[in-house]
């Protein structure tokens, strides 16, 4: 088993920066996938930013420029860096693994509220 535990989510006025951590422990191995997801109220969960295939990253359209998607060199723990923060980034963002196998896993989730 793999468990994830984000941390780093809070309230943050528009414009500012908050870097979300999550850690990876239990049955570390070499993941197909490391990123993190969002939901907003009401709307399907999207895609953030991942890595994969090693070091490839991608990030969803609308966070490019403003969010960074980072590991240590463990690759046990993910971070978000958020910066330029918009009322529209108010979501709970969850970690996500997937292994070679396909199975994946996620966290608890953390809240990020960012008002206007």
């Known amino acids: 088993q793999v468990q994830l535990v984000e941390s780093g989510g809070g309230l943050v006025q528009a414009g500012g920066s908050l870097r979300l951590s999550c850690a990876v422990s239990?049955?570390?191995?070499?993941?197909?996938?490391m990123g993190w997801f969002r939901q907003a109220p009401g709307k399907q969960r999207e895609l953030v930013a991942r890595?994969?295939?090693?070091?490839?990253?991608d990030y969803a359209d609308s966070v490019k420029g403003r969010f960074t998607i980072s590991r240590d060199n463990a690759k046990t723990t993910v971070y978000l860096q958020m910066n330029s923060l918009k009322s529209e980034d108010t979501a709970v963002y969850y970690c996500?693994?997937?292994?070679?196998?396909?199975?994946?896993?996620w966290g608890q989730g953390t809240q990020v509220t960012v008002s206007s």
């Open positions: 890595f994969r295939s090693g070091s490839t990253t």
């Open positions: 996500n693994v997937i292994e070679f196998s396909n199975r994946q896993y």
């Open positions: 239990g049955r570390i191995s070499i993941f197909a996938v």
